[in-house]
């Protein structure tokens, strides 16, 4: 019994020492596995470059380097704000629709942007505020580049030069800006003209019109003593009233420049704008409007 019982402790010490054998194999074994790893890393390394190559993509999208061209192109349409009685720049028309240079040249803008051009004909003085609560993208209006419209808005590259020129009555005793004193003279409201006689005159009684052909018919019918106004529209208004002359003198002794008026922060759209202006500059694509539309216009007040 006691050789029995010898026999079964025996073995179950037996048992015992090779269940820890098999424990310290299992160990050793394992152990390996991680002696693989340049194998292993290795793999992962090469799938995180690629991950991250892919969330860098939609970060470009997100962050939307372009907000305002891909808010236009989404709308389908570049929106114009204008006045239209600035021949040859922008005016009405034998359709009645609005043309000019300034209309060919956001024209032009739009085309580059791949959407359709809206022209919105609004009072001048009205445009700057317009812009500024988003109900246009552009205000193309033969507009002077001043630095008090430079405060509430961005400008273009100015694309044409013009000074302010005098319109009187043939006869007339005004021979330059100094007779101007202690005369009714009319403006376009809110334009370069306007500032002149309103801030560099003095004793002038200032007479403001949507437009200057409304100025210049004014001054035809005697209610007026001059007109002050840019060059072009100052051609375009004594052509179409037999009797007033523009004076050579100029109102003005430094030209003033048009530019584009955009809203403050939309850098990305006035980028593509003045992309579009230097190239129709380059091309002199704009002094050949001028010339066309002083045509049309000529003929359209004839008629």
Avoid: H
Wanted: net charge negative.
């Amino acid at each position: 019994m006691k050789k029995m019982r010898l026999i079964v402790a025996m073995l179950l010490a037996t048992a015992l020492l090779l269940a820890g054998c098999a424990s310290e194999t299992a160990d050793t074994t394992a152990a390996p596995v991680p002696t693989e790893a340049p194998g292993a890393t290795e793999a992962p390394a090469a799938t995180e470059a690629p991950a991250a190559e892919a969330t860098e993509a939609p970060a470009e999208e997100a962050t939307g380097e372009t907000p305002n061209i891909d808010a236009i192109k989404e709308a389908g349409k570049l929106v114009m704000l204008t006045n239209a009685g600035f021949a040859p720049y922008e005016f009405l028309g034998s359709d009645n629709t609005v043309i000019g240079v300034d209309v060919e040249i956001a024209g032009a803008i739009a085309e580059s942007l791949g959407v359709e051009l809206e022209v919105v004909d609004m009072d001048f003085d009205a445009i700057v505020f317009a812009l500024q609560s988003g109900k246009g993208d552009l205000g193309v209006a033969g507009m002077t580049n001043t630095p008090e419209r430079a405060e509430t808005v961005d400008f273009s590259i100015n694309y044409v030069d013009s000074q302010q020129m005098i319109i009187v009555q043939e006869g007339s005793d005004i021979t330059g800006p100094a007779d101007l004193t202690g005369k009714n003279v009319g403006v376009q409201m809110g334009t370069t003209g306007d500032l002149f006689v309103t801030d560099d005159l003095e004793g002038v009684n200032v007479q403001r019109y949507k437009t200057g052909p409304d100025a210049g018919a004014e001054l035809a019918a005697g209610k007026l003593d001059a007109v002050v106004i840019d060059a072009g529209p100052a051609a375009q208004i004594a052509a179409a009233n037999p009797g007033l002359v523009v004076l050579e003198t100029p109102a003005t002794e430094e030209p003033e420049q048009y530019a584009i008026a955009i809203a403050k922060g939309k850098d990305d759209l006035k980028a593509a704008v003045n992309a579009v202006l230097e190239q129709l500059i380059a091309d002199g694509q704009i002094q050949a409007w001028i010339d066309e539309y002083n045509e049309i216009s000529s003929a359209e007040s004839a008629a």
